[in-house]
């Protein structure tokens, strides 16, 4: 069974608000209004978000080019993460430190993505079956990522 995803029962958004500033102060970087609602936005659209996506969200309050600024500043601070959909757009999330560990459903039709948490017990085995399957290879496993490809509710014929 899959569990979606909400990102209320996980950390508050006042905590993360709290955990990015001090990120971002441990590195002489200031929590502007601009970067904070970036921020508050990602947590509002859940699941990892293209830039146009991010762009509509924020709306008048952060224009294109400091957008594209915050972005490279959050992914260098280590609070977000890049990855990419079906068709390769490039997405942004909140990086796991934040969200809490969790995988993707990636939607080949509509290139939605959006988060899945697997149950404890779920996860362990997928821990397991890694751990097993990268140790045999004499690799040291430092985490996991799953992407699962397939067809959305509403783009399934
Ligand atoms: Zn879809
Ligand atoms: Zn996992």
């Known amino acids: ?35 904070r609602w970036v921020v508050r936005s990602m947590l509002d659209l859940g699941g990892p978000v293209t830039i146009a ?28 993460h890049k990855t990419h959909d079906a068709g390769g757009v490039a997405r942004y999330e909140l990086a796991e430190w934040l969200l809490g ?7 080949v039709e509509c290139g939605e993505v959006s988060d899945i948490e697997l149950a404890p ?17 004499g690799f040291a496993v430092l985490g996991h990522r799953i992407d699962i490809e397939g067809r959305c509710r509403k783009c399934q014929p």
């Open 1 to 35: 069974m899959i569990i979606p995803m909400t990102f209320d029962q996980k950390i508050s958004r006042a905590d993360v608000d709290r955990r990015v500033e001090q990120r971002l102060s441990e590195r002489q970087v200031r929590y502007t209004a601009g970067r």
């Open 53 to 80: 996506q991010l762009l509509e969200a924020v709306g008048d309050a952060v224009p294109l080019s400091s957008l594209y600024r915050t972005m490279a500043l959050l992914d260098d601070a280590g609070i977000t």
């Open 101 to 107: 560990h969790h995988h993707h459903l990636v939607c």
């Open 121 to 137: 017990g779920q996860e362990q085995g997928v821990d397991q079956i890694v751990d097993d399957a990268a140790t045999a290879e």
